[in-house]
């Protein structure tokens, strides 16, 4: 069970929250290799996320926080500036929110949003890593649609060696290409489908974020216990 001393985790979200149902019983297990520490908020940015109702029988507080709800940018704005406005004024609006928290660690557990440096400058300087899942390997189908993308090029015989993967990495400014943190590869089988294929990375995805997690949770905490 996480001590006192534990990483405060921050996690955010916007589906179905399998990835964070993972999280919360690593944080709440005695197993030697769980997370060291305690989810302190989950934060959503659309109101129909799972995400919320998983976090709320854990007994987490949470927050749905939306660009077109909160006033940032209105229903149907198609001004390519005033999006990017929007955007940028949300971000750094998130980023207060969270930090209010004064979290150790943020992780991105299927949040569909790319944060632009308004987010990540302020998170940067208050020493807080933040840390995302992305379904293919390091420096290979960056962004949106990396298993179909992969899987496609399976089918085309273009697919390195048939294998794909996932990676958690820390997250930067550009999409998908902060340093690895764990890595993990898959094979794909003659005959599989993409829904086998998305099933079978879905499957690893659990357990290598907590991994990635339990692994910062503890180097935090360590340097949190005082040294005797």
């Not at 807080?128 to 649609?145: C, S």
């Not at 794909?164 to 998908?176: F, K, L, R």
Request: hydrophobic share 40%; glycine share 8%.
């Amino acid at each position: 069970m996480a001590a006192m001393d534990g990483a405060r985790i921050s996690v955010l979200c916007s589906g179905n929250g399998t990835n964070l149902q993972a999280l919360i019983d690593s944080c709440a297990s005695d197993a030697p290799e769980s997370i060291h520490g305690k989810i302190v908020k989950v934060t959503v940015n659309r109101k129909s996320a799972y995400a919320t109702t998983r976090a709320e029988k854990a007994g987490i507080p949470t927050d749905y926080f939306n660009l077109v709800k909160d006033g940032f940018q209105k229903p149907g704005e198609k001004d390519a500036v005033k999006i990017k406005e929007a955007r940028l004024k949300y971000d750094a609006a998130l980023a207060e929110r969270i930090l209010q928290d004064k979290p150790d660690l943020i992780v991105l557990a299927g949040w569909m949003h790319v944060l632009t440096t308004n987010f990540l400058r302020p998170v940067s300087a208050a020493g807080v890593p933040i840390i995302n899942l992305h379904p293919a390997l390091p420096g290979a189908y960056d962004g949106a649609g990396a298993i179909e993308r992969a899987y496609e090029d399976f089918k085309a015989g273009k697919l390195e060696n048939n294998t794909t993967g996932i990676m958690i990495h820390y997250v930067i400014a550009e999409v998908d290409r902060g340093e690895p943190i764990l890595v993990q590869r898959i094979k794909i089988e003659e005959g599989e489908s993409l829904e086998d294929l998305e099933r079978k990375i879905h499957g690893y995805e659990h357990e290598l974020i907590v991994k990635a997690t339990a692994l910062l949770a503890e180097k935090i905490s360590a340097a949190k216990t005082p040294k005797t």
